[in-house]
T-cell receptor, first 118, second 113 residues
Framework: DSGVTQTPKHLITATGQRVTLRCSPR?????VYWYQQSLDQGLQFLIQ???????AKGNILERFSAQQFPDLHSELNLSSLELGDSALYFC?????????????????FGPGTRLTVL | TQLLEQSPQFLSIQEGENLTVYCNSS?????LQWYRQEPGEGPVLLVT?????EVKKLKRLTFQFGDARKDSSLHITAAQPGDTGLYLC?????????????FGKGTSLLVTP
């Protein structure tokens, strides 16, 4: 158990719909990352939040958005869903202190949310 | 985005055999990580390699970072069924990218008794 929780575990919805995935980081971790895992693209970085603020963006579509709340949990919102959005969505958290310099602190991954768009 | 290629994609071996999986890139990474992912779970970090030429051992697993820090390998000695899983390598991004991980597509390993 990584200490990162994600809900729901499974989500089945239709094209054109909107869904929200939730992530609670490990206690004390300020940074949250979202990743998408699909069979053809593998595991891809979407977006990162640090202490409530967006810190880095990866291959995130404009139809997707995220936020991190004052209690540090994060939500990933996916809208106008397409069949190709079906994937596993993982959240990871790390301490990610604000001290500059190379810091390869560990990212702990949650169990993921499996999204199926029909 | 720096591309990481892993080979082989799939590997099916019998218990007790040795194996090596590879992770290659045309780009230099400051550090590289190996993860193992089991069905229905998120990836779990196995090791981080930082220095070119570095070798790290984790029980029966040996990880090597290439001298030029563009490639890495994972060698498993005397594989066991418990080693079954998806092995992913990931380059650690720059501070500007929030240290986001850039993953290869993985090597799916099946070890049968």
């Amino acid at each position: 158990d990584s200490g990162v929780t994600q809900t729901p575990k499974h989500l089945i919805t239709a094209t054109g719909q909107r869904v929200t995935l939730r992530c609670s980081p490990r206690s004390g971790d300020l940074s949250v990352y979202w990743y998408q895992q699909s069979l053809d693209q593998g595991l891809q970085f979407l977006i990162q939040y640090y202490n409530g603020e967006e810190r880095a963006k990866g291959n995130i579509l404009e139809r997707f958005s995220a936020q991190q709340f004052p209690d540090l949990h994060s939500e990933l919102n996916l809208s106008s869903l397409e069949l190709g959005d079906s994937a596993l969505y993982f959240c990871a958290s790390s301490v990610a202190t604000s001290v500059p310099g190379w810091d390869t602190d560990t990212q702990y991954f949650g169990p993921g949310t499996r999204l199926t768009v029909l | 985005t720096q591309l990481l290629e892993q080979s082989p994609q799939f590997l099916s071996i019998q218990e007790g055999e040795n194996l090596t999986v590879y992770c290659n890139s045309s780009s230099v990474f400051s550090s590289l990580q190996w993860y193992r992912q089991e069905p229905g779970e998120g990836p779990v970090l196995l090791v981080t390699v930082v220095t070119g030429g570095e070798v790290k051992k984790l029980k029966r697993l040996t990880f090597q970072f290439g001298d030029a820090r563009k490639d890495s390998s994972l060698h498993i000695t005397a594989a066991q069924p418990g080693d079954t899983g998806l092995y992913l390598c990931a380059g650690v991004g720059s501070p500007n990218s929030g240290y986001a991980l850039n993953f290869g597509k993985g090597t799916s390993l099946l070890v049968t008794p």
